[in-house]
């Protein structure tokens, strides 16, 4: 996975938990599908490859398949993995916790 503009934040921990696969061999001329889970982290437009390499043997050069380019569109959401309540209750909680300790001084 690559930034095709310069703009774009990519780092594949990120976007992937799965950025390795082990796989049967693949015979000369074979092919094989897989399904690759990934998450956008930002906006904008990125380039995605597969580089395959042996498990054992000479060290070869990788066998590359043709770029995929991707345009991630940004999308805008108050509630981005459901922390607004977490965000909003957390301070709430906090604040009436010290108002409930000031009026308990108070009263003593």
Do not use: C, F, K
């Not at 503009?5 to 938990?17: A, F, I, Q």
């Amino acid at each position: 996975m690559v930034d095709l503009t310069g703009h774009t934040y990519v780092d594949p921990e990120d976007w992937s938990s799965q950025r390795t696969r082990y796989l049967r061999p693949i015979p000369p001329g074979g092919s094989t599908t897989l399904s690759w889970p990934m998450n956008a982290v930002n906006a904008g437009t990125i380039g995605i490859y597969v580089a395959v390499l042996p498990r054992t043997g000479t060290p070869v050069r990788p066998t590359t398949s043709p770029t995929l380019r991707l345009r991630i569109e940004d999308r805008r959401t108050l509630n981005s993995g459901g922390v607004l309540p977490l965000a909003l209750g957390l301070p709430a909680a906090l604040g009436l916790l010290a108002l409930g300790v000031r009026v308990s001084r108070r009263r003593a």
